[in-house]
């Protein structure tokens, strides 16, 4: 019975005129549905246009169940189509699964070609093993297509490992 009114919401907020009003009631769906059942969240999710909010909504629910299991997290993004969201959720897997399990992480990240979509969730697995293993987190780095972003991440992991190498003197 809830999940009918979640759609009749739904159906509301999509009939309002694009725009920053839509989009609050888009994201306030997406947070009422993800406190009462995250499997719906995402199937409601997947239903919605490509747009910001979406990916923004995505991210957030690729967030909440990476926290509780990041393999069911990995598993839903790796099904999402190429594009915003998938990418914004697949750096908040990362984010929360490099400090649980970073091989595990490290591994379901080379399932993905290496590309600007890949870039950010690279960026934050570099930078998440920077102090674990700095030159695994270089090579990662330097994996990253975008210059300025791949710039920023080696700047970061060298950042790493001079700190690392000054406490040892």
């Given at each position: 019975l809830e999940f009918r009114r979640v759609l009749f919401r739904s159906n509301w907020a999509k009939s309002l005129p694009p725009g920053e009003a839509r989009d609050a009631a888009y994201r306030s769906i997406g947070k009422k549905l993800a406190r009462e059942d995250l499997g719906r969240a995402t199937q409601w999710v997947e239903g919605m246009e490509e747009s910001k909010v979406k990916a923004e909504i995505a991210s957030d629910l690729a967030k909440i169940l990476a926290t509780r299991n990041p393999l069911e997290a990995a598993a839903w993004v790796s099904k999402m189509p190429e594009g915003e969201a998938r990418a914004r959720s697949m750096q908040n897997v990362v984010r929360e699964w490099v400090e649980?399990?970073?091989?595990?992480?490290?591994?379901?990240?080379?399932?993905?070609?290496?590309?600007?979509?890949?870039?950010?969730?690279?960026?934050?697995?570099?930078?998440?093993?920077?102090?674990?293993?700095?030159?695994?987190?270089?090579?990662?780095?330097?994996?990253?297509?975008?210059?300025?972003?791949?710039?920023?991440?080696?700047?970061?992991?060298?950042?790493?490992?001079?700190?690392m190498s000054q406490d040892a003197d």
């Open positions: 649980k399990d970073p091989n595990a992480a490290g591994e379901w990240l080379n399932q993905f070609p290496f590309d600007e979509s890949t870039d950010g969730a690279l960026a934050v697995f570099s930078h998440g093993i920077a102090k674990l293993d700095p030159e695994t987190a270089l090579a990662w780095a330097d994996a990253i297509e975008e210059p300025e972003r791949r710039a920023r991440a080696m700047k970061y992991v060298n950042s790493v490992l001079k700190r």
